[in-house]
C-alpha cells in the first residue's frame, strides 16, 4: 500500500507540474521539481490540454448564449491565449521564420532562437489564428455542446500527438541548448508515452463519434509521421520551438476535419453526448 501511495502522489505532482510548465493557471501546491521529474511530467502533456479544453467549454456556453457565434469565437480564442501564454502560438511563428528564412540548419535554428517576430512569423500568425477563429465560428453554428466536445477533445489530442515527437525522435540538443523546453527533451520512458496516448485519446472516444475519431487518430498518426521525416530532413531533429507549432497544426487540424464532416452531414458527437442535446 505504501508504494501504491507513493506512485499517486509521484503521479499527481507530475500532473502539476505539466499543468505549471504548459499554461499560465495557477498551481495550488509546493511541487517537487527536478529535470528529471519535469522530464516525466511530459506524460500529462495532453492532460493539461484537457484542462484548457474543459476551462474554455466552460466559458463556451454563456458567450454562445449572450453573443453572435463569431465574436463568441474571437473571445475563446483570446481566451486559450491567456491559459497558455501563447506558449505553443510563439513557436508556431518562430518555426515559420526559422524555415522561412533558413537555408541551413544552423540558420533555421538561430532564427528560431531570434526573439524577433519576423515576416513569416507575422503571417503565419495572422492565418493560424484567423483560421481557428473561422473553424471555432463555424462548428458553433451547429451547437455549443458540439464546439465545447471539440474543444476539449481536440486541445488533448493534438497535445498527444505533438508531444510523441519527443519519444519517436531525437532532440536537436546540438544547436538548441537554451530552449525552454529543453527539460522535457531527454527522451520519453515508454511508460510515460503510454499515459501521454491514453490521456490525448480518452477524451475524443469520450466526446466525439467513433467515425470522427477515427479519422482525427489516423489523420494525426499520418501528420506526425510527415513532420518527423520533415524536421529529420532539414534539421536532425525537434526542438521546443517545432513541438509548439505541431500543437498548432495539429489543433488547426482537427477543427478542419471536424469543420468537413459537419459541412457533409456526418455526426460530430458521441452517443453519449447525443443524450445531452
Known amino acids: 500500500m505504501a508504494g501504491l501511495s507513493s506512485a499517486i502522489k509521484e503521479n499527481i505532482n507530475l500532473f502539476w507540474l505539466a499543468l505549471a510548465f504548459f499554461t499560465r493557471i495557477p498551481v495550488p501546491v509546493e511541487l517537487d521539481f527536478s529535470s528529471e521529474l519535469m522530464n516525466h511530467a511530459s506524460r500529462y502533456y495532453a492532460a493539461a490540454g484537457t484542462v484548457i479544453g474543459l476551462i474554455l467549454a466552460a466559458f463556451l456556453y454563456p ?14 480564442v483570446a481566451e486559450s491565449l491567456l491559459l497558455t501564454g501563447s506558449f505553443h502560438e510563439d513557436g508556431f511563428a518562430d518555426m515559420c521564420d526559422g524555415f522561412g528564412g533558413g537555408f541551413t540548419p544552423e540558420n533555421k535554428i538561430t532564427i528560431m532562437k531570434d526573439s524577433r517576430l519576423g515576416t513569416f512569423g507575422g503571417a503565419g500568425l495572422f492565418i493560424e489564428l484567423t483560421l481557428e477563429w473561422a473553424l471555432l465560428s463555424y462548428v458553433m453554428n451547429d451547437s455549443w455542446l458540439t464546439a ?56 475524443g472516444w469520450l466526446l466525439l463519434d467513433p467515425v470522427l475519431m477515427g479519422t482525427l487518430t489516423a489523420a494525426g498518426i499520418l501528420m506526425t509521421v510527415w513532420f518527423r521525416k520533415f524536421l529529420l530532413r532539414h534539421i536532425g531533429g525537434f526542438t521546443g520551438d517545432c513541438l509548439g507549432a505541431m500543437q498548432v497544426l495539429a489543433l488547426l487540424s482537427g477543427f478542419t476535419i471536424s469543420a468537413a464532416f459537419l459541412k457533409s452531414g456526418l455526426p460530430l458527437l458521441s452517443a453519449i453526448m447525443k443524450m445531452l442535446i
Open 148 to 203: 465545447a466536445a471539440l474543444l476539449v477533445a481536440l486541445h488533448a489530442l493534438s497535445r498527444g500527438i505533438s508531444g510523441a515527437l519527443i519519444f519517436i525522435m531525437p532532440y536537436q540538443s546540438r544547436i538548441d541548448q537554451m530552449s525552454k523546453s529543453k527539460p522535457l527533451a531527454t527522451g520519453m520512458r515508454k511508460s510515460d508515452f503510454a499515459v501521454l496516448i491514453i490521456t490525448a485519446m480518452l477524451p
Open 63 to 76: 458567450l454562445w448564449f449572450f453573443l453572435p457565434e463569431n465574436i463568441a469565437a474571437i473571445i475563446l
